[in-house]
């Protein structure tokens, strides 16, 4: 009997420290929509409820539900100044969304913001940028595609090209 009773004290415990922490998580992550330079910083803080992605021929296409923070998707590196074109299709069920570019400077610029679809032809210098989605009690879904000049390199999730 003392055994079960340990054993209850625990579990309810461990429940209330989870709760606790995803607690805390979230309103952290709730108040990053807003902030620039929470978004910019290299890491990222976010949190899902629902996350679908593939990836065809360094397209992204994710279905998420229930998404607060930032969270990044592409790094392009720079070795050489030009264009990049930025093509994006977003669904907006619910809450804020919008995808941001960051310059090697920290500089946070909205590609898009909510839902829509269109393009957006950036000029890079020599660095490294990253492209990032930031959402606030956000779902839905959002397909995008980074063109990039030659001397860009891109990464998504783990794959890579190289403009040449």
Do not use: C, H
Request: proline share 1%.
């Amino acid at each position: 009997m003392r055994y079960i009773r340990v054993f209850v004290i625990l579990v309810l415990a461990a429940i209330v420290a989870l709760f606790l922490l995803n607690y805390q998580t979230d309103n952290t992550q709730k108040k990053v929509y807003n902030d620039d330079s929470f978004i910019s910083q290299e890491s990222d803080s976010f949190s899902y409820t629902d996350y679908d992605q593939s990836s065809e021929d360094k397209a992204l296409d994710l279905k998420f539900g229930t998404f607060y923070g930032s969270d990044t998707f592409y790094n392009i590196n720079v070795s050489k100044e030009g264009t990049a074109t930025v093509k994006y299709d977003t669904a907006v069920e619910k809450g804020r969304f919008k995808i941001v570019l960051i310059s090697p400077e920290r500089k946070l610029t909205t590609l898009a913001e909510g839902s829509g679809q269109g393009s957006k032809e950036v000029k890079l210098v020599r660095g490294k940028y990253v492209i990032k989605l930031v959402g606030d009690n956000a779902a839905g879904r959002v397909r995008m595609s980074v063109a990039v000049g030659e001397g860009m390199k891109v990464d998504l999730e783990g794959d890579s090209f190289l403009a040449r």
